[in-house]
């Protein structure tokens, strides 16, 4: 069966900084693309931060501020987000994926991050 499961959220003050993991089970973690998504109320989902093989990529909106990483020995991905601003409000999702030699798309259940004074 397969499990994301999102910690880490909660609220924090503008300028501040949080760390949010997502650990996942139930399939190969290494042969996956994993990616944080974030949707604030009334606006649709969108990338925030992606991790391939040897590659991340960033929305623009975060850049310099947020890092993902992962630990394929703990099946684990994390997204430190530092300088946090109101705007970074929003229910953050975990997501797996990969499309060769077959397609694969997991999403977490989310974790809520709330930037305000």
């Known amino acids: 069966q397969v499990q994301l499961v999102e910690s880490g959220g909660g609220l924090v003050q503008p300028g501040g900084s949080l760390r949010l993991s997502c650990a996942a089970s139930?399939?190969?973690?290494?042969?996956?693309?994993m990616s944080w998504y974030r949707q604030a109320p009334g606006k649709e989902r969108e990338l925030v931060a992606g991790s391939a093989r040897r590659s991340t990529n960033y929305a623009d909106s975060v850049k310099g501020r947020f890092t993902i990483s992962r630990d394929n020995a703990k099946n684990t991905v994390y997204l430190q987000m530092n300088t946090l601003k109101p705007e970074d409000t929003a229910v953050y999702y975990c997501n797996a994926k990969r499309d060769w030699p077959y397609h694969r798309d997991y999403w977490g259940q989310g974790t809520q991050v709330t930037v305000s004074s």
């Open positions: 139930g399939f190969t973690f290494s042969n996956y693309a």
